[in-house]
C-alpha cells in the first residue's frame, strides 16, 4: 500500500508556472505507475499526464501538451508536474494517483485504472 501527499499548488497569474510535486510512502514506489487527474467545481475528474514505473514512458491529454511536464524521481519517492504557461481554465484541484504494476512501460490513464490517491492540491490561474 502507498499513501500520496501533494504539494506545490497556489494561486498563479495567467502565463505564469507551478510545480506539483507528489510523495508517496513505502518501499516500492518504483514499481508504481503514477498519474495526475484534475478536477474542476461540478466537473468529472480528468486525467492530465502520467509516468510509467521506470519513468521511460510519458503521455499527456492534448490540452496541457508542451505546457505540463511529468516527471518522477524514483530515489525520492516523488513524482511530478511541471506546468508552464498555465492558463485560467488549468484551475482546478489536482491529485495525483498510483497503481502498482509489473510491467515497467504501462501506463494508465483512466480514473478507474487507479486504487491510490493523494488528498489533492488546488490550483488557481487567475487571468
Known amino acids: 500500500q502507498v499513501q500520496l501527499v501533494e504539494s506545490g499548488g497556489g494561486l498563479v497569474q495567467a502565463g505564469g508556472s507551478l510545480r506539483l510535486s507528489c510523495a508517496a510512502s513505502g518501499r516500492t514506489f518504483s514499481s508504481y505507475a503514477m498519474g495526475w487527474f484534475r478536477q474542476a467545481p461540478g466537473k468529472e475528474r480528468y486525467f492530465v499526464a502520467a509516468?510509467?514505473?521506470?519513468?521511460?514512458?510519458?503521455y499527456s491529454v492534448d490540452s496541457v501538451k508542451g505546457r505540463f511536464t511529468v516527471s518522477r524521481d524514483n530515489a525520492k519517492n516523488t513524482v511530478y508536474l511541471q506546468m508552464d504557461s498555465l492558463k485560467p481554465e488549468d484551475t482546478a484541484v489536482y491529485y495525483c494517483?498510483?497503481?502498482?504494476?509489473?510491467?515497467?512501460?504501462?501506463?494508465?490513464?483512466?480514473?478507474?485504472?487507479?486504487?491510490?490517491w493523494g488528498q489533492g492540491t488546488q490550483v488557481t490561474v487567475s487571468s
Open positions: 509516468i510509467s514505473s521506470r519513468g521511460g514512458s510519458t
Open positions: 494517483a498510483a497503481q502498482p504494476t509489473s510491467w515497467g512501460g504501462i501506463i494508465y490513464t483512466r480514473p478507474y485504472d487507479y486504487n491510490y
